[in-house]
């Protein structure tokens, strides 16, 4: 039974065995989870909270189940990194569409730190790499947020 908790929320409902680019089909999850969850700030927050805390208490054991270095199927980090790549970001489906595309580019390139913390072993390099392309997306978000609200105004 532990075996099956893991393996649903690693791969986040079964999203990371879809074929071809898991990671990019949990960064969609990421952002159906948004749509789900985005009325309510603090529903929002604590629902990334709480997965990105779930994605190191499961990650690790999964990628040692799936015997293999962060398994492709494992996708709650990008769930995750998703997620926290909108928190406190204006609602406007254009910034939705380009926190995906930001967040993309900054998962494969992995910007420093998120490189050297991908070769940390476990739960940390699962999860610590997309942590930081999330908050680097946000960041950059952020600005142009602000960005666009000055120039409008």
Not at 30 to 54: E, H, K, N
Not at 77 to 106: K, T
């Amino acid at each position: 039974m532990r075996k099956v908790i893991i393996k649903v929320t690693s791969t986040f409902f079964y999203v990371g065995y879809l074929p071809l680019i898991p990671g990019t089909f949990g960064s969609l999850a990421g952002i159906l989870l948004f749509y789900l969850v985005r009325a309510d700030a603090v529903i929002f927050v604590l629902s990334t909270c709480v997965l990105i805390i779930l994605g190191f208490l499961v990650s690790g054991q999964a990628e040692r189940n799936e015997n293999k270095k962060d398994a492709s199927c494992i996708v709650i980090d990008e769930v995750s990194g998703m997620l926290l790549s909108l928190i406190f970001i204006p609602y406007d489906a254009r910034l939705v569409v380009l926190a995906f595309l930001i967040f993309r580019i900054l998962d494969t390139l992995k910007p420093y730190p998120a490189g050297i913390l991908q070769r940390l072993k476990g739960s940390a390099g699962i999860m610590s790499d997309d942590i930081v392309a999330g908050l680097y997306t946000n960041i950059v978000l952020q600005v142009i947020a602000r960005l666009a609200s000055f120039i409008a105004s």
